[in-house]
């Protein structure tokens, strides 16, 4: 009968749950801090984008105002390329958006487009405007046309 107490029977192993808790409260925690860890880096990842996003959205109105800003007031660019098909007139800083720039080109000389409704005694000049931000990211391109009195010479 000795050596049986002296020997751990097989119900007093498995019987013994000491430190199974502290076991299964470390793989909770683990796990918790698993997912913690990934959180904080979609959340600072979706914070990124929409900083990007709101980014592209102010270049682009921008690029937008500064393209609106040239078509309505165009005076000095047109008197600048006049009648020379080809030639190009870049706005200097301070007359339009920060962080912008502007391009006009004649790009040719002609007939107002069909269906205008315009004299076709009158002559139209196509413009290419053509605006960009400073990095280069952003690009917008408008074609335009401004009628004018055809002279003797055209």
């Known amino acids: 009968m000795e050596t049986r107490d002296r020997a751990p029977s ?3 192993i498995l019987g013994n749950e ?4 502290l076991v299964l409260v470390l793989i909770v925690l683990v796990a918790a801090m698993v997912i913690g ?22 270049d682009f109105a921008n690029l937008e105002s500064a393209v609106n800003l040239v078509l309505v007031q165009s005076t000095s660019a047109l008197e600048s390329i006049a009648d020379s098909t080809g030639a190009s007139f870049d706005y200097p800083p301070g007359t339009i958006p920060e962080g912008t720039r502007v391009r006009v ?5 002609g007939k107002p487009p069909v269906g205008s409704g315009s004299d076709t005694s009158l002559r139209a000049r196509y413009y290419i405007v ?13 074609g335009a046309y401004k009628l004018f009195p055809q002279t003797t010479d055209q």
């Open 130 to 142: 053509d605006a960009e931000d400073e990095e280069g990211n952003q690009a917008i391109e408008v």
């Open 10 to 12: 097989i119900e007093r």
């Open 105 to 109: 080109t004649l790009a040719r000389i």
């Open 37 to 58: 860890v990934m959180m904080m880096r979609t959340s600072s990842l979706e914070s990124r984008m929409a900083g990007n996003e709101r980014r592209y959205i102010l």
């Open 18 to 21: 000491d430190g199974a808790v």
